[in-house]
C-alpha cells in the first residue's frame, strides 16, 4: 500500500488524534518565498494521542504495523514553541511504512508513554526524555541510559548551555 492509501485508511478507521497528511511538493516558481518541502510523506498526529494512534496502526489487518522502528524527538530552533515527535512505523506483512509525527509544545513537554504498544519504544523514550526533558507518563523504567544521574539539562535543546566542567573534568 502506497502512503496516499496508508492515509485513507487511517481516515476510514478514524484513526485517533489523526491531524492530516504532509507529502513532499514542488516550489510555486511564482512565489519566490516557497522552497516546497522535500522529505518522505507522514502523517501529522496530536501528541497527546500518539499512543491510541499507533495501537489504531499496529491493531488494524489492512495496516498491521507490528514494528516501531525509532521515536525521536528534534527542537528546530531555540526560539521554536514545539518538539518534533517522529516515529517510523513498519510492517512486514504488507511491506509497507509510515513516518508519523506530532508537535509537543516545550512548555508543558508530556505525553503518554508508548510503551504498552510498542515495547521497543522504551529505550526510545528514555533517550527522548534524557536529551530533551519530555515526559513520558507510564513510561516502566524512565532511568538515565546515556547520561549520570545528576546530569543538569537536556543536551540536545537548541538552548542548552554546555558546562565547562562536570565533577573536575573539563567539558571544553
Known sequence: ?????????LVAIHAPGLVKADEPRKADPKDKKDKGRAGDPFVLVE???????????RDDDRLHFEQ???LTATDPAKDAPDF???????SL???????VKALLPKSAPSLPSTVPVY????????????????????HPDPRHVLLPDDWIGYPMRKDYEFPKEYHGISCE
Open 47 to 57: 501528541a497527546q494521542e500518539l499512543a491510541r494512534f499507533l495501537e489504531s496502526c
Open 68 to 70: 516501531l522502528i525509532d
Open 119 to 138: 515495547r521497543a519504544s522504551q529505550w526510545h523514550e528514555r533517550e527522548c526524555a534524557e536529551m530533551f526533558g519530555i515526559t513520558f507518563v507510564g
Open 1 to 9: 500500500m502506497d502512503f496516499r492509501g496508508i492515509y485513507d485508511r
Open 84 to 90: 518534533w515527535i517522529g516515529v517510523q512505523l513498519l
Open 93 to 99: 506483512k504488507f511491506r509497507h511504512r509510515l513516518a
